[in-house]
């Protein structure tokens, strides 16, 4: 019988070759079955040649899919915050650089992800906030699905509320 798993990938672009060689983590999700449990156990092995064991996370298919989902809509949320960030900083004569240091030197929060710019590319940030929203509506959670089209609404919204804004989820690019 076959098993269907979730086994996302987590590559920047720039250095996939080098996150597939030495992953921060693998993530492999299956069925809670015993049959599951094996094959999930089975890809587990196949990254165990190379990755140590402790980096191998392993869930229930909807864990790993929503985290693969979650954490591009946590880098696309500092990715935004930063850029609306130097906004502030334009306006007060901050640096937003020595912002962003100054910030990210707190070890809560660290310093990855908050370079200011125009906004965030990549083919995966967009598509999986939208796929979260989807997800979200489609359980009644409309309260969190309006917060996740933040980091993918327009730089300059008209208002504070998201209703009006639906229409404008895309990327500055």
């Known amino acids: 019988?076959?098993?269907?798993?979730?086994?996302?990938?987590?590559?920047?672009?720039?250095?996939?070759?080098r996150d597939l060689?030495?992953?921060?983590?693998?993530?492999?999700?299956g069925e809670t079955t015993p049959a599951g449990h094996?094959?999930?156990?089975?890809?587990?092995?196949?990254?165990?040649?190379?990755?140590?064991?402790?980096r191998i996370i392993t869930t229930n298919l909807w864990s790993?899919?929503?985290?693969?989902?979650?954490?591009n809509a946590f880098l696309a949320q500092r990715i935004s915050s930063i850029n609306s960030i130097s906004a502030l900083c334009e306006c007060t004569e901050a640096d937003v650089d020595e912002v962003a240091k100054a910030v990210g030197s707190d070890t809560r929060i660290g310093p990855a992800f908050l370079k200011a710019s125009v906004g965030f590319g990549g083919s995966c940030f967009q598509k999986d906030i939208l796929n979260l929203v989807y997800l979200?509506?489609?359980?009644?959670?409309?309260?969190?699905?309006?917060?996740?089209?933040?980091p993918v609404r327009c730089r300059r919204c008209c208002?504070?509320?998201?209703?009006?804004?639906?229409?404008?989820?895309l990327l500055r690019v």
Request: negative net charge; aromatic residues 6%; charged residues 15%.
């Open 21 to 29: 060689e030495n992953p921060s983590r693998v993530l492999i999700g």
């Open 159 to 169: 208002c504070c509320c998201c209703c009006c804004c639906e229409s404008k989820l």
């Open 1 to 17: 019988m076959h098993q269907v798993l979730s086994n996302p990938e987590f590559l920047a672009e720039g250095t996939a070759v």
């Open 64 to 71: 790993s899919e929503l985290s693969k989902l979650v954490a």
């Open 136 to 150: 979200c509506r489609t359980y009644g959670l409309s309260e969190v699905s309006c917060s996740l089209t933040i």
């Open 38 to 54: 094996r094959a999930v156990a089975t890809l587990a092995a196949v990254y165990a040649a190379w990755v140590p064991r402790e």
